[in-house]
């Protein structure tokens, strides 16, 4: 029994080191931390009229859910804060505490594209990924439909298409990725009338975030949303007021713990799901066991 329990021990181990990558090639997986000279979009809520322009041409660039222009210049979905979903990767939500006559008192939300993103240090076979350029992408071809990132996101971004039992996707905000890469802006920032939003490099926008608030203290709290919080994202904010009233989470500069992305990337890497571990591991307990059986033969015929 006890040279069995050591045989199969030895052969496990030998599998697992064959099928897990090394260390240094999961965390190698993501491109260098130049987050300063990635792109960004500063959002000045002082500015937004809640016009939800931006709404309307982010689902005319991604081909979301068609709705007539007249669904956007519905102002009574201003009575509830709204999250981005499976039809809408960006929805502009007007802040907690403010009167429906007010203007500058909305905020658009979607995807941050985190700096340092929970969703890509929780995905576990590696479909989301980020980059220099500042975006949080998804690869529909590596998802095995977890939904890991939807539980780690701390914006509670992520949707994911329940209805679609065949093809599921996650669905959140491209950051228009096309458009950047032919030296376009995202297709919100360019629909915005007012300049709500500005995009640029993100080192950029953080001078220019401050400057206004030093130009103009009376009207900006002292405070760059997404500069610092959770490592900084690619899309920042500027208020009036306290970001919590913005539906903004309040969060501290620490990244959020990547601890488990070492080891669930080597053992996710190249699509190996733990089955497969599993599986071989299953074929050398039955080699084993078949091993024993044919020496028990063996000794009964002796």
Same mark, same amino acid.
């Given at each position: ?13 030998? *599998? #697992? ?14 491109? &260098?931390?130049? =987050?300063? /000279? ?17 709404? $309307? ?14 669904? =956007?210049?519905?102002?009574?979905? %201003? /009575? ?21 006559? !007010?203007?500058?008192? %909305?905020?658009? +939300? ?16 590696? *479909?989301? #990924? ?6 949080? @992408? ?12 939807? +539980?780690?996101?701390? %914006?509670? +971004?992520?949707?994911?298409? =329940? ?19 032919? /030296? ?13 939003? #500005? ?14 608030? &030093?130009? @103009? ?22 208020? @009036? ?6 539906? $903004?989470?309040?969060?501290?500069? !620490?990244?959020?713990?990547?601890? #488990?992305?070492? +080891?669930?990337?080597?053992? =996710? ?6 089955? *497969? $571990?599993?599986? %071989?591991?299953? $074929? ?15 000794? &009964?015929?002796?």
């Amino acid at each position: 029994m006890d040279k069995d329990r050591r045989k199969f021990l030895k052969l496990s181990t030998v *599998a #697992t080191a064959s099928l897990i990558p090394s260390v240094t090639s999961a965390s190698t997986e993501h491109c &260098e931390d130049d =987050f300063d /000279n990635a792109f960004g979009v500063l959002v000045d809520t002082t500015v937004c009229v809640g016009c939800r322009n931006c709404e $309307l041409a982010c689902n005319q660039q991604n081909e979301l859910p068609e709705q007539p222009e007249e669904h =956007f210049s519905d102002k009574s979905v %201003f /009575n509830s804060m709204r999250k981005p979903s499976v039809e809408a990767y960006t929805v502009v939500n007007r802040s907690i505490d403010s009167q429906p006559s !007010e203007l500058g008192s %909305f905020s658009k +939300i979607q995807c941050m594209h985190c700096n340092h993103p929970a969703c890509v240090s929780a995905c576990i076979v590696g *479909a989301l #990924t980020k980059c220099t350029h500042g975006v949080v @992408s998804w690869d529909a071809w590596k998802c095995i439909g977890c939904r890991y990132c939807m +539980i780690a996101c701390p %914006f509670q +971004i992520p949707a994911y298409e =329940f209805k679609e039992p065949l093809k599921p996707r996650v669905m959140k905000c491209t950051f228009c990725y096309d458009r950047i890469h032919d /030296n376009k802006k995202p297709a919100c920032v360019e629909s915005c009338p007012v300049e709500a939003l #500005t995009f640029g490099k993100r080192r950029d926008l953080i001078k220019l975030a401050h400057s206004r608030i &030093e130009t @103009s203290p009376d009207k900006y709290y002292d405070h760059v949303y997404g500069e610092k919080e959770i490592g900084g994202t690619s899309w920042m904010y500027l208020a @009036s007021k306290e970001f919590i009233n913005y539906d $903004l989470p309040k969060l501290g500069e !620490e990244q959020i713990p990547q601890m #488990t992305e070492i +080891i669930q990337h080597g053992i =996710f890497k190249s699509f190996l799901p733990p089955l *497969a $571990l599993y599986g %071989f591991l299953g $074929l050398v307990m039955h080699s084993i066991r078949q091993n024993k059986k044919k020496e028990t033969e063996n000794d &009964e015929q002796s």
